[in-house]
């Protein structure tokens, strides 16, 4: 009769090990490739805000897995806040933005779309200040009369405006504009009005003003979007 072979037995805390270290490795796997596809979602889809948006700008992602858009290429919610000392021409101009339902394609050939987004804009009397330097040297906020006043020519000079939204824009009114009881030079208020008018109007991917603000501390807008479309990401960059 043939000897029994013996099968070596494996103890149970030796296969609770395996298991173990299998499952340990199997979680470093995903955290380490999700990691990688946030860092180059985040490097794509920068490059192409950033150029929109003429800002540096932080990115963070809502819950779902960016594994799984490297897949199906969406992104179900994106937030971004500026992180340059200006926007555009505005200095010290605060933007947080929500962009949700991005479909990114494949290639860099062309931009992502965005299928709805919402942002609050606000904007210091410091900022506004340091914004028209050379035509007024202070901004005042008034919450209770909706109001902005400009120190012009050196102090001697008030400027009255008044920001508000008209037509999905938004407006300044000039109030009173006086210089020793007289009006301020025509010039003097009109590039206040301009360059504050290309600081409040102008905003990217489609965002509109709803809602506006005076504070104690400068202006607050409420701002909602519909669907837009992202340039390419410039030649060289991450391609999404």
């Given at each position: 009769?043939?000897?029994?072979?013996?099968?070596?037995?494996?103890s149970?805390?030796?296969?609770?090990?395996?298991?173990?270290?299998?499952?340990?490795l199997?979680?470093?796997?995903?955290?380490?490739?999700?990691?990688?596809?946030?860092?180059?979602?985040?490097?794509?889809?920068?490059?192409?805000?950033?150029?929109?948006?003429?800002?540096?700008?932080?990115?963070?992602?809502?819950?779902?897995?960016?594994?799984?858009?490297m897949?199906?290429?969406?992104?179900?919610?994106?937030?971004?806040?500026?992180?340059?000392?200006?926007?555009?021409?505005?200095?010290d101009?605060?933007?947080?933005?929500?962009?949700?339902d991005?479909?990114?394609?494949?290639?860099?050939?062309?931009?992502s779309?965005?299928?709805?987004?919402?942002?609050?804009?606000?904007?210091?009397?410091?900022g506004?200040?340091q914004?028209?330097?050379?035509?007024?040297?202070?901004?005042?906020?008034?919450?209770?009369?909706?109001?902005?006043?400009?120190?012009?020519l050196?102090?001697?000079?008030?400027?009255?405006?008044?920001?508000?939204?008209?037509?999905?824009?938004?407006?300044l009114?000039?109030?009173?504009?006086?210089?020793?009881g007289?009006?301020?030079?025509?010039?003097l208020?009109?590039?206040v009005?301009?360059?504050?008018?290309?600081?409040?109007?102008?905003?990217?991917?489609?965002?509109?003003?709803?809602?506006?603000?005076?504070?104690?501390?400068?202006?607050?807008?409420?701002?909602?979007?519909?669907?837009?479309?992202?340039?390419?990401?410039?030649?060289?960059?991450t391609?999404c």
């Amino acid at each position: 009769m043939p000897k029994n072979l013996s099968v070596p037995k494996v103890s149970r805390r030796t296969a609770v090990i395996a298991v173990i270290t299998a499952a340990v490795l199997v979680a470093a796997a995903l955290i380490g490739g999700e990691a990688y596809a946030r860092h180059r979602i985040a490097s794509c889809i920068s490059s192409q805000f950033e150029k929109e948006m003429g800002s540096k700008i932080n990115v963070g992602f809502g819950a779902k897995p960016l594994l799984v858009t490297m897949v199906d290429g969406k992104v179900s919610r994106m937030d971004v806040d500026s992180e340059g000392a200006e926007f555009g021409p505005a200095v010290d101009m605060q933007v947080h933005a929500q962009f949700r339902d991005i479909k990114m394609p494949e290639g860099s050939s062309s931009g992502s779309t965005i299928g709805s987004s919402n942002a609050d804009v606000s904007w210091s009397n410091e900022g506004m200040t340091q914004t028209l330097q050379g035509l007024v040297s202070e901004v005042r906020s008034d919450p209770d009369s909706g109001k902005l006043t400009m120190a012009v020519l050196g102090g001697l000079g008030e400027l009255q405006i008044t920001p508000q939204i008209v037509d999905g824009k938004v407006q300044l009114e000039v109030g009173q504009a006086q210089f020793l009881g007289i009006g301020v030079p025509e010039d003097l208020a009109e590039g206040v009005v301009n360059l504050l008018t290309e600081s409040m109007q102008v905003y990217p991917l489609g965002l509109e003003p709803k809602e506006l603000r005076v504070t104690d501390n400068g202006v607050e807008i409420d701002l909602q979007g519909g669907q837009a479309e992202l340039p390419p990401p410039p030649e060289g960059s991450t391609s999404c």
